[in-house]
């Protein structure tokens, strides 16, 4: 048990925490057929998470977040300017967009001594959701002791702050973002801002993003952003039941991938471990498999989002 405490628990927190995070602006964004918006988000905040930690000198969240907001708000600014000016279609405007500042964050991560930390592409990409590790805890008293829980990884509780204004923000503003996302042209007509709710949904999944991003890479982000609620969206058409069915997804397959990728090597004969990030992704991605395949008729059912 002390060993689960010091070593399982606090990655397999954070791992539910990030997804629930991305899974919550997520089920938005796939409603209003922008799924792939959280995808480009988790490349976009690549350079904004460098030049924060290239001001402040070290991996301050306040700074990390900054960075990833004014990074994502550039890249929206970017991305309109290219689709009008270049009178492409949405798509080619984002992927060149995207792309290219996260090549930028790439090269800066390359280049600058952000590589000396565990801020560089290999941790960006995969996480570093493994070594968060709680060695304090010697047993469950740990939960309620104040210097046990002080020694607690900063990223978890970066984590949980962010995670709870997302459900906050998606409990206070349930009404608003229905109507936003279902029909945009009813909400301007009674007064709604309905692009600066989208642009609001934006901007939350860069602050999910960048607190997931040092800990757990952008492999889950991406996983996150689109599979949880992709499979809810197949096992019903109310949206409040599909949120907490993304909620639910998001924390199974982070609970799930965890342990598979510790133990699914062992049982095939090898003695290495799993990437528990990569894991995790293709739990997720698996679930909207057994959606697909195993869900409900949705075309027989009223719908009634």
């Given at each position: 048990m002390t060993e689960f405490l010091q070593f399982s628990l606090v990655p397999i927190l954070m791992g539910v925490l990030a997804g629930i995070a991305c899974a919550?602006?997520?089920?938005?964004?796939?409603?209003?057929?922008?799924?792939?918006?959280?995808?480009?988000?988790?490349?976009?905040?690549?350079?904004?998470?460098?030049?924060?930690?290239?001001?402040?000198?070290?991996?301050?969240?306040?700074?990390m977040l900054a960075g990833a907001a004014l990074a994502a708000v550039m890249a929206a600014f970017a991305f309109e300017?290219?689709?009008?000016?270049?009178?492409?279609?949405?798509?080619?405007?984002?992927?060149?967009v995207f792309t290219a500042m996260f090549a930028l964050g790439v090269l800066m991560l390359e280049q600058s001594d952000a590589r000396t930390v565990h801020l560089d592409v290999e941790h960006a990409l995969y996480g570093n959701l493994e070594s968060h590790i709680w060695l304090a805890a010697t047993d469950w008293g740990a939960?309620?002791?104040?210097?046990?829980?002080?020694?607690?990884?900063?990223?978890?509780?970066?984590?949980?702050?962010?995670?709870?204004?997302?459900?906050?923000?998606?409990?206070?503003?349930f009404r608003e973002l229905r109507i936003v996302t279902f029909d945009p042209e009813f909400a301007t007509a009674i007064g709604l801002p309905a692009r600066t709710i989208g642009f609001a949904i934006v901007i939350a999944s860069a602050f999910a993003a960048v607190a997931a991003f040092s800990a757990v890479g952008s492999i889950i982000v991406i996983a996150m952003f689109v599979c949880p609620p992709a499979a809810a969206r197949l096992m019903t058409n109310s949206l409040s039941r599909q949120i907490w069915l993304s909620v639910a997804i998001a924390a199974f397959s982070?609970?799930?991938?965890?342990?598979?990728?510790?133990?699914?090597?062992?049982?095939?004969?090898?003695?290495?471990?799993?990437?528990?990030?990569?894991?995790?992704?293709?739990?997720?991605?698996?679930?909207v498999l057994a959606a697909a395949l195993l869900g409900p008729d949705r075309s027989a059912r009223n719908r009634n989002a």
């Open positions: 919550l602006p997520g089920n938005f964004l796939l409603l209003q057929r922008r799924s792939l918006v959280g995808d480009a988000v988790s490349h976009v905040v690549l350079p904004g998470i460098v030049a924060g930690f290239l001001v402040s000198g070290g991996t301050s969240p306040a700074w300017a290219v689709r009008r000016a270049a009178r492409v279609e949405a798509g080619a405007a984002m992927g060149a939960l309620l002791d104040t210097n046990a829980l002080a020694a607690l990884p900063r990223d978890l509780a970066l984590l949980a702050a962010v995670t709870g204004c997302a459900a906050l923000l998606t409990w206070a503003f982070a609970i799930a991938g965890f342990i598979l990728a510790g133990h699914v090597p062992g049982w095939l004969g090898f003695a290495t471990s799993l990437n528990a990030a990569g894991m995790i992704a293709v739990v997720s991605g698996l679930c």
